[in-house]
């Protein structure tokens, strides 16, 4: 009875242990980074201004909040995602995975590599009203890991409904970054005004 | 000019329609919705993954298909949409079985069934409800992974079918209250109240989900069929087969009002903050058992079950190449069951009426740790290992009692109380070799100080042959450590199991998946071999005299007295061919579904090969909904068959052995928002069944006598209407 009770203790001491540490971030991204990659690869070809933006190649940033293990491995998963796919918006494809905190340096990172993709892993929660106005001006698709990101201000995004992905869309973040998605695709998404 | 080959002409029509359709839109987004509808399942290998690519049968069950195909039940969920699965009605909870295979008693015990992944098997007999007792809000439900054919390489005893994980809604997906009330008019009602919201606290973000939910049904008023159960062997006259009767020999012949009800409040609970989650169910289910053997529509012939739940778990990323994730968990289950009895071979006391009654409780506390080690970190090849460790108890007493005193008819058997620890261990490797091709394998050891050490082990492999084509194989094992109950209890009518094993179960399963667009074809094989399957075998008259003389019971003999015990009786073979085809049109404007199962299991014992009862050899299950949009309902049909399958009681019992006809359930469904009134939502449906007896002998003539050479078969309760309402604030 007594060497249960100490089990039980040391059950409880353990789990404790594991809550007081927090060295991922507290969203974990409900869709897998395979299938993120196939869908944002598949909607940029959608994207009337992706060519244009792009040129001929399609740069995909992947930011990671520094010093969280979940955004790096955001990052790091959809780097080998997109590798194993041949086009990205049937243009070839190249990512840059950046630790990255200040929207302003995200910002002028996408100017300076031309990026036609930013995508944004797990950690980023309070830092995306500041990366919503830093992208506003910028011809870019900027993408969110977690569903939250989205009705904050990041143009696409990713949840999992009844089991099944569902895309999200922030349209009036959409137009200022000017990606524009015809309506048979606006009609897939959850789309927030 | 009439077409010389109709068919063929609808056939080329329905192809030229779908070609119609991806010109129309597949140019545009027919590969973006085929990715859309693309499930993901994570509970065949704990890992978030492609159905397609999973290291098995995987099928996710959508909120959406239950509500618009007037799915009530979890039952109902695997009969009207999953492939590979069929429920049973007993009118007492249901059974379930998988690929040809149902094990008829066995309570739910060879499904693991799982809550947000907590496994809600009880952990006294390990067994599970499916039926309205189940304890789980339908409109709560997300989705509900069923991951068929053998599953314990990861989760441990009792996946021997697979497992059904039902996952609840986050909070955004069921924010505000929720009010709901469902009759099946007019034997039931169910009320209910929910609510989802999410906050902010230690500037970490929470959620909260919760329902709360009454059920209550009294009837359908079944018409059960004349049985003549004959003279009594014990007291010489013909039996009396109720309270108040008199020796008439005479049971059914008439409607049974008293002896159909259940009731069932039941709650859930999860709260979400950070990284970690509390999860809190509990549920109490009361219900009647009217088929035994026992007196006719007697009321208190029937079940209650308690069951309470928590669950802790939280997860963290230590480092890009390592995750851990601790549980807790412990549950608690008490179940009390009646049994009453007025004939002589039932209740060998004299002319009174007895009540057999026996009750047990149990608990289990455990700790579950694993972690992942994304060794590349890019999810190429990634390691599980996890260990669980849980402390349980059971306690059991059985007695008899005189229904008209209240007194023991003799002393209190002494029943169960016993509690171990039980420990495990499990390892499992996902390879991605090259982008087509992904490698599976693990093993699990599970401890318990009753058995042996069992290993149970999976290897599957799954290739992406073409675009949209995935051809996937595993070998797979399974296993079901008998309960307590099982090993060592002893109840008035039953003695103790004699050094019963573990039941094993290994399958080879070859599946072929292909997308096009939103349209998804299954297509599979497997080989099952079932070994020690545990039944309560009847005791012959030379038997039951030996247990009685060696004070294994302390029913005092007479001839024809029923007594069992729990054996490892047979094995079972088990091959067959399973497929499924479902889908959306326009943009989900037009839903489909199908799905056809062929198997054969064939019982061997020392007696030869014996088909298994109540298993269907064919089922399958199709639908179609038309989704019309604005204020227009959605209107879905829905139908499961099951073929021709023995009774329960058709291993000689009777001849010719019995048989029940193939059953036909159709269900239309119109579902929706109130015009005018978009915060309220309906459910209108009704159901038919086109057989009017299903797969179980009822009544107390369990073998061909002189007075009754013919079985009598559960009867079915064939239309029902359903409305449901459900208001949200």
């Known amino acids: 009875m007594r060497s249960s009770r100490r089990q039980l203790l040391g059950f409880a001491a353990s789990l404790a242990a594991l809550s007081l540490s927090r060295r991922g971030s507290a969203q974990s991204m409900p869709v897998p980074t395979g299938a993120q990659a196939e869908l944002i690869a598949k909607l940029a070809g959608f994207d009337r201004n992706f060519a244009a933006r792009a040129g001929s190649k399609a740069v995909i940033i992947l930011a990671a909040m520094p010093g969280d293990a979940d955004s790096m491995s955001a990052a790091l998963e959809m780097k080998a995602a997109f590798a194993r796919l041949p086009t990205v918006g049937n243009l070839p494809h190249e990512e840059l995975i950046v630790t990255q905190s200040s929207p302003g340096a995200l910002a002028d990172l996408v100017r300076a590599k031309r990026a036609a993709i930013v995508y944004l892993g797990p950690g980023f929660d309070k830092q995306i009203p500041a990366i919503r106005d830093a992208l506003s001006s910028l011809d870019v698709l900027s993408v969110g890991a977690i569903p939250g990101y989205v009705p904050s201000g990041i143009v696409l995004g990713f949840d999992l409904v009844s089991g099944r992905p569902k895309l999200l869309i922030q349209v009036v973040q959409a137009r200022k970054q000017k990606v524009a998605f015809p309506a048979s695709v606006l009609s897939l998404m959850k789309v927030y005004p | 000019m009439k077409p010389r080959y109709p068919a063929a002409c609808w056939l080329l029509g329905g192809l030229l329609g779908l070609a119609g359709e991806r010109s129309a839109f597949a140019e545009d987004t027919s590969a973006l919705e085929g990715l859309l509808s693309e499930p993901i399942v994570s509970s065949a290998s704990k890992q978030a993954e492609d159905a397609s690519s999973a290291p098995a049968l995987s099928t996710s069950l959508t909120a959406e298909d239950l509500r618009r195909y007037g799915v009530r039940t979890l039952a109902e969920a695997l009969d009207f949409l999953a492939i590979a699965v069929s429920t049973s009605e007993n009118l007492s909870g249901g059974e379930v079985g998988a690929r040809g295979v149902l094990l008829t008693g066995d309570h739910g015990s060879h499904f693991l069934v799982m809550v947000d992944g907590y496994a809600v098997n009880d952990p006294l007999r390990g067994g599970s409800t499916l039926g309205v007792g189940a304890g789980t809000p339908l409109e709560l439900i997300d989705h509900i992974e069923i991951i068929v054919g053998p599953g314990s390489v990861l989760y441990g005893s009792n996946a021997m079918f697979g497992l059904v994980n039902v996952v609840t809604k986050r909070a955004k997906d069921y924010e505000g209250v929720h009010v709901i009330a469902e009759s099946a008019l007019p034997i039931s009602v169910r009320v209910a109240a929910g609510a989802g919201t999410t906050f902010t606290l230690f500037g970490q973000q929470g959620e909260l989900t919760t329902q709360l939910e009454y059920y209550k049904q009294k009837g359908p008023d079944l018409f059960f069929d004349l049985a003549d159960t004959g003279i009594d062997r014990f007291t010489g006259q013909p039996g009396r087969n109720s309270r108040d009767g008199g020796p008439t020999g005479l049971w059914g012949g008439a409607r049974a009002t008293n002896a159909l009800y259940a009731e069932s409040p039941s709650a859930l609970l999860r709260v979400g903050l950070g990284n970690t989650e509390l999860h809190l169910q509990a549920a109490y289910y009361k219900h009647a058992s009217p088929t035994g053997p026992g007196d006719f529509d007697d009321p208190d012939t029937g079940d209650r079950e308690t069951r309470a739940s928590i669950g802790l778990n939280h997860r963290i990323a230590v480092s890009t190449l390592l995750d851990v994730s601790a549980r807790a968990y412990a549950t608690y289950y008490e179940s009390k069951s009646a049994f009453i009895a007025s004939r002589g071979v039932l209740c060998p006391f004299g002319l009174v009426t007895c009540n057999y009654v026996d009750n047990g409780r149990a608990h289990w506390v455990g700790l579950e740790l694993q972690s992942t080690w994304d060794w590349f970190r890019d999810n190429r090849f990634v390691t599980i290992l996890g260990a669980d460790a849980r402390q349980r108890s059971v306690a059991s007493t059985s007695e008899t009692r005189d229904v008209e005193t209240g007194g023991s008819l003799y002393p209190t058997a002494t029943g169960l109380d016993n509690s171990d620890v039980i420990t495990a261990g499990y390892a499992q490797q996902t390879w991605s070799i090259a982008p087509p091709v992904k490698l599976s394998g693990g093993a699990r050891v599970d401890s318990d100080p009753r058995f042996k050490p069992v290993v149970t082990p999976r290897v599957a492999a799954s290739w992406n042959l073409w675009s949209g084509g995935t051809l996937k194989g595993s070998y797979s094992t399974a296993f079901r450590a008998p309960s307590w109950d099982e090993t060592d209890n002893s109840t008035s009518r039953r003695i103790q199991a004699d050094d019963l094993q573990p039941e094993k179960v290994q399958s080879f399963d070859v599946n072929l998946e ?216």
Request: charged residues 15%; hydrophobic residues 40%.
């Open chain 2, 514 to 729: 292909h997308h096009i667009g939103a349209h998804r074809l299954v297509l599979g094989g497997f080989y099952s071999h079932w070994d020690n399957l545990v039944e309560l075998a009847p005791l012959s008259d030379a038997e039951a005299i030996r247990a009685i003389r060696n004070g294994q019971t302390k029913v005092p003999f007479t001839p024809g007295i029923q007594l069992t015990q729990y054996r490892n009786t047979s094995d079972v073979t088990n091959y067959g061919l399973n497929t499924g085809f479902e889908g959306s049109l326009h943009s989900g404007f037009f839903l489909y579904g199908f799905s056809l199962t062929g198997a054969l299991a064939e019982r061997l014992t020392s007696a030869g090969t014996t088909r298994l009862p109540v298993a269907p050899q064919i089922f399958g299950n199709a639908r179609l909904a038309f989704v019309l949009g604005h204020d227009l309902p959605t209107l879905a049909f829905a139908t499961h068959f099951l073929g021709a399958r023995p009774a329960d009681l058709s291993n000689g019992q009777f001849s010719p052995d019995p048989f029940a006809h193939p059953q036909v359930e159709l269900r239309l469904t119109a579902s929706g928002d109130v015009p005018f009134l978009k915060a309220l939502s309906y459910r209108l449906s009704a159901n038919y069944a086109v057989a009017d007896r299903g797969a179980y002998v009822v009544g107390p003539v369990t073998s061909g006598i002189a007075s009754q050479t013919a079985p009598q078969l559960i009867p079915v309760d064939r239309f029902r209407t359903t409305l449901g309402l459900q208001y949200a604030f």
